[in-house]
């Protein structure tokens, strides 16, 4: 399989323990070119680990990740396994652009800063060239006139966008948002979420850990729940949503606010 077939994410039997707390117990996650793939479930299910470990933010004990056919090189075992060739690590992570909770934009940047730093500091682009890009992208997800604002001066839901525009600055082969809209108002929470639908529709990769159902069944290809560290069901969201076969994925469902 070339890298232009293969699954931009591929994740196989995975294990990640923090101590004698298991929280991965052997997941399989496959994100095809184009797709969108939701993780959800309860609190502690181990969606946000799996996320930070499909960008090898964490370091597993067992279990591959494949990044566009190509596989992480380990060394060592168990609790002493690490990532073994930093190079590719670090081009790993350069194509997968993570979208965090918090936003984690530069306080002392602007919004046009912000977007503009790591395809000039990392990629070495033409700084140029990329302020006519960043600036295309934050007219993109609606915020073109805060360019010369500062995040202290943005409201939530535009501060998310301006870390959205960050991550597709560096043109990605994946987007990975963990909970891009938990930290917001309903009202804030909208604007990020009509970015994402808009992502999806152009056909992006992308890998989302979400607490709302809506933008689950709205967005994506395939959704998983995870309950415990395992995958409990998973499939296309019109059959996960609308006639699950799990009575802990029915538990969950019916404790969420999706109608």
Known sequence: MSSETAPV??????HKAYGDLEVLKGVDVTAPQ??????IGSSGSGKSTLLRCANLLEDSQQGEVIFCGEPVHWRGQGAARVPGDAAQVRRIRTNLSMVFQQFNLWAHMTILENVMEAPVTVLKQDRAEVEVRARAILDKVGIGDKCDAYPAQLSGGQQQ??????????????????????????ELEQEVIRVIKDLAAEGRTMLIVTHDMALARDVSD???????????????????FKTPKSERLRGFLASTNLA
């Open 9 to 14: 994410i591929e994740i196989r039997d995975l």
């Open 34 to 39: 184009g797709h969108v793939i939701s993780l």
């Open 161 to 186: 966008r301006a870390a959205i525009a960050r991550g597709l600055a560096m043109e990605p082969k994946a987007l990975l948002f963990d909970e891009p809209t938990s930290a917001l108002d309903p």
């Open 222 to 240: 395939h959704v998983i729940f995870l309950h415990q560290g395992r995958i409990e069901e998973e499939g296309p969201p019109e059959a996960l």
